[in-house]
């Protein structure tokens, strides 16, 4: 039986693995997790099944938080149960990875710190490194670098006495780059390269390329730092060479990045730009968006130097060239706020706003420059509030390695004073009488430490308190604002599933009239488009968004299909601004169908000459709203209207009232407010169609 379970368990570690090294989407990661703790929950209640919960609570810390701090729980009592102590500290570990992911790194470091005291006194040397690495990184997180420093010193200490791995030491990742990366931040070029250099000797030993081109990326940083930009460049183009020859895209890209900021400080603008843009197809190529949109701003940036310079430089200052510049600056900085708005990185938006808002400046449209500045001020503010956060806590984590460190001294301290009466005990036999009369003057000082100490810290719990009172609040406040947003994310999803049948009633409707034609061919080719626009539809419907380009394909493919059901009554054009990326624009899905489907039933298909129906796609309101025209020539909706009274079979648009609440719904969970606007179209007061506009926030 036991052998059994472990082998249940290895095969949970591999296929875990695999998902986190092939699996890009974090909901489908989310999946495969959630669909191994039914294996989990089977488990007989010994240390495999505690191993097994350490490793799923881990995992969770970057998808699912709550539920890895809930497993870590379970596991953790569990382990305690059954006085595993080991298991205690595994599961200590993992509760502190994943309050380090919600950045509660004092929650995070008391957990580390009660999973080290364990391994130290288990002495299991390779999870005593790890967790001195651990604390050292979120000391770092915190910019407490002194702390960060002292605990990578210890990890590389400890992993040298017992001959760890060497890519634990001198990996991209590992201690030496942690603690050299420690010294840049403290602006020490001298033990930064030095540690550095002996990361790349150990790499080259071991033959490690892919380590190589990681740590001589590293020392390009430093060189950059110190101006030294030839031996920069020559680091990091051998550094991108190899990336390249590895496939590995993403550091090649970043990089390209740094060649590109080089060449911008050396002001060869141009050439940066070249290699920004060399960045952008890496960045592109293995779906990294947000980093794709942290280079548009550079380039941005980049630009707004050039223009600068430009101005700056009464024998260079060509207006044309500088109008140029700036313009492309502005293009760059506002793609890069629409690719980068989703993530919702706070400090690289209001960067970028900034930068805009410069270019803005030396553009001369001062109006938008202002308004672009309000929201960059407003990001700033909410900035500074993290950053009181982030030194509050740091207080605390110093207050608590502090009184640590103290306490070491003192019990040091106390040692050596007994050791030192020991040795004294004869010669101060004779003064025995002033002897008692100092200890109990000692004592009384003790006494009023003591009680100093007690006040003390009796102050600090109440504030303690008070703060938690406020953290509890503020969290269920939180809370309230989650349940909210999951309702209306449900009721979105309720009202696309309304659809669904009603899109496929109709298609079902025109395969069975050429069936009844008895037209073979046509009903077969119909059927073949119908499975791909049901294919298109069940994409659609899984997700809460979905690109332009898959709406655009969706209702070309559904247009055809009416089409050929009309037997060419029904022409339709479309129209798109070539200022669009389709690919990278989000809608809801099934939007345009609703108002495509009426303008044919009860716009074209009441007209025997049958008519045309057109779709174009344009920004408008400074490119912040996507606005989407469907127009047709039928008949108008009165007159579709009386003769819909008149027929025994009545057309209902179930449709385009789903639509409207699903635009609502948008509307509650952001500021900008999408629209939609229907006009009857007259000529000499004779209805000649219909149009429909539909306005959507970017």
């Known amino acids: 039986m036991m052998i059994q379970l472990n082998k249940i368990l290895i095969c949970v570690l591999i296929l875990l693995f695999a998902c986190l090294c092939k699996l890009s989407a974090q909901q489908e990661h989310k999946r495969i997790i959630d669909s191994l703790l039914p294996v989990i929950n089977n488990y007989k209640e010994d240390t495999n099944k505690v191993k097994a919960l350490a490793i799923l609570s881990e995992a969770y810390c970057n998808v699912d938080h709550n539920k890895g701090i809930k497993l870590g729980e379970i596991g953790l009592a569990l382990a305690n149960s059954l006085n595993w102590q080991k298991g205690i500290a595994l599961m200590n570990s993992a509760l502190g990875k994943n309050y380090w992911s919600i950045s509660n790194y004092v929650v995070c470091l008391e957990y580390k710190q009660k999973a080290l005291a364990i391994f130290e006194k288990l002495k299991d040397y390779k999870n005593v490194i ?34 760890a791995d060497t890519i634990l030491i001198s990996g991209g990742h590992g201690i030496l780059c942690d603690i050299s990366m420690t010294y840049f931040a403290l602006k020490d070029p001298q033990n930064c390269l030095s540690y550095l250099n002996k990361a790349l000797n150990l790499n080259y030993k071991i033959h490690n390329p892919n380590e190589i081109a990681f740590v001589r990326r590293y020392i390009a940083e430093e060189f950059i730092a110190e101006k030294k930009y030839n031996e920069a460049i020559i680091y990091l183009s051998d550094s991108y060479n190899q990336f390249i020859q590895l496939k590995n895209a993403n550091q090649a890209a970043y990089c390209q990045d740094a060649i590109a900021r080089v060449l911008d400080e050396q002001k060869q603008f141009q050439d940066a730009l070249n290699h920004y843009n060399l960045s952008l197809q890496l960045f592109k190529k293995c779906n990294e968006y947000n980093a ?3 280079t548009l701003s550079c380039m941005g940036e980049s630009c707004i130097h050039h223009a600068k310079y430009l101005s700056q430089s009464p024998n260079k200052n060509d207006p044309v060239v500088l109008k140029e510049t700036i313009a492309k600056a502005i ?16 400090i690289n938006l209001s960067k970028m706003k900034k930068d805009l808002s410069d270019a803005y400046l030396i553009q001369g449209d001062y109006k938008m420059a202002f308004n672009i500045l309000q929201e960059y001020l407003a990001d700033k503010d909410s900035l500074n509030n993290i950053e009181n956060d982030k030194l509050y806590n740091r207080k605390i984590i110093n207050y608590e390695y502090q009184k640590k460190s103290d306490s070491l001294h003192y019990i040091t301290e106390l040692k050596n004073e007994e050791i030192k009466n020991l040795d004294q005990q004869n010669k101060l036999a004779k003064i025995k009488v002033k002897q008692q009369w100092l200890f109990g003057f000692i004592l009384i000082i003790a006494l009023l430490c003591i009680l100093i100490f007690i006040i003390y810290r009796n102050k600090i719990k109440e504030e303690r308190l008070q703060n938690e009172i406020i953290k509890e609040k503020y969290e269920k406040q939180i809370t309230e604002s989650e349940l909210k947003n999951e ?25 069975r009239l050429y069936t009844e034609e008895n037209d073979a061919d046509k009903a077969s080719f119909y059927l073949n488009k119908f499975s791909r626009l049901i294919r298109l539809m069940l994409d659609s419907n899984i997700v809460e968004s979905s690109s332009l380009e898959n709406e655009i394909n969706l209702i070309t493919l559904y247009l055809e299909m009416e089409r050929m059901r009309l037997k060419n009554k029904l022409n339709f054009s479309i129209s798109i601004d070539e200022n669009i990326e389709i690919d990278y624009i989000k809608i809801p899905p099934l939007l345009l169908q609703p108002y495509v489907e009426n303008a044919i039933w009860h716009g074209i298909m009441p007209k025997k000459e049958g008519g045309q129906i057109s779709i174009d796609f344009n920004l408008i309101k400074n490119e912040t709203y996507l606005l989407i025209k469907i127009q047709d020539n039928g008949i108008g909706r009165q007159k579709s209207g009386e003769l819909n009274l008149q027929n025994s ?28 606007n229907i006009k009857d179209l007259y000529e000499n007061n004779r209805a000649v169609g219909t149009l429909v506009s539909i306005e959507i926030p970017l």
């Not at 000391?139 to 605990?151: E, F, K, P």
């Not at 293009?331 to 706070?346: E, H, M, N, Q, R």
């Not at 079979?649 to 939609?676: M, Q």
């Open 292 to 294: 794709y949109a942290n």
């Open 331 to 346: 293009t760059f900085l506002k793609k890069a706020l629409v690719i980068a708005g989703p993530v919702d990185d706070k």
């Open 487 to 511: 309702l209306n994310a449900l009721s979105n999803s309720a009202l696309r599933s309304q659809m669904n049948p009603h899109f496929i009633f109709n298609c079902l409707n025109s395969i």
């Open 649 to 676: 079979f009545k057309h209902i648009s179930h449709g385009t009232r789903i639509t409207g609440k699903r635009i609502d719904l948008i509307n509650e969970n952001f500021p900008n407010k999408a629209a939609i």
């Open 130 to 163: 790890n967790i001195y690495m651990d604390i050292g990184s979120t000391s770092y997180a915190q910019t407490n670098l002194q702390m960060a420093l002292s605990y990578y010193l210890k990890a590389l200490k400890l992993a040298e006495e017992v001959k």
